[in-house]
């Protein structure tokens, strides 16, 4: 599965910048770049990202963990990959307790590059594919409590008795006309139908 995205590449190495904006430009459809960490918390201010490529140690005030520390507090989705020539334990690890997906040593090849943009993109489309669902399923749970709300207000209502009895012949459901009638006990759910009669 292709999945497609947006992607920022944070990094002070023109050629590098430029370089994998032509390389992914093709198959993925946006890639913005940024030359330094602050111009790249900027971009991320002003745009939502789903993938970011992020040097490590880059000239001004703000670092490559800084941008990701920025990248994921507004975003806790957001894929974010270091690219390093630091490719140290110490930083890979560092990056990772930070919230990064991937770290990429440079230099890399191009299929290093694809491959680890892939598998970021998939991860950010199945988390946020599976936050949708669960919304989806909260927003359905509640309409239907609503609907057995509103259900049971009109057999609530009603002059005729209407007890509910399942397969196992228990009681599900008797509305207060029923229990009157039947001279049922108040709470009757739960009960074999037999015995409450009885």
Not at 20 to 45: F, S, Y
Not at 82 to 102: C, F, K, N, P, W
Not at 162 to 180: C, D, T
């Amino acid at each position: 599965m292709t999945v497609r995205g947006k992607l920022l590449v944070i990094d002070d190495e023109e050629g590098i910048r430029r370089g994998i904006q032509r390389m992914l430009t093709h198959e993925w459809q946006q890639v913005a770049t940024a030359d330094n960490g602050q111009t790249g918390i900027d971009a991320l201010r002003a745009e939502t990202f789903d993938l970011l490529l992020v040097d490590l140690k880059m000239p001004g005030a703000v670092d490559g963990l800084g941008v990701i520390k920025e990248a994921l507090e507004r975003d806790p989705d957001v894929i974010a990959v270091v690219i390093s020539a630091y490719a140290t334990l110490e930083a890979a690890v560092q990056a990772t307790r930070m919230g990064a997906y991937d770290f990429l040593a440079k230099p890399f090849t191009p299929e290093e590059l694809k491959i680890t943009v892939q598998k970021g993109l998939e991860r950010r489309y199945l988390v946020l594919e599976r936050k949708r669902l669960m919304e989806e399923r909260e927003r359905n749970l509640l309409e239907l409590s609503k609907e057995r709300g509103r259900s049971k207000s009109v057999v609530n209502s009603m002059a005729d008795g209407v007890v509910v009895i399942n397969q196992q012949g228990v009681i599900v459901y008797a509305n207060p006309m029923a229990r009157e009638l039947l001279r049922l006990e108040s709470s009757p759910e739960g009960t074999p139908y037999a015995e409450a009669l009885g």
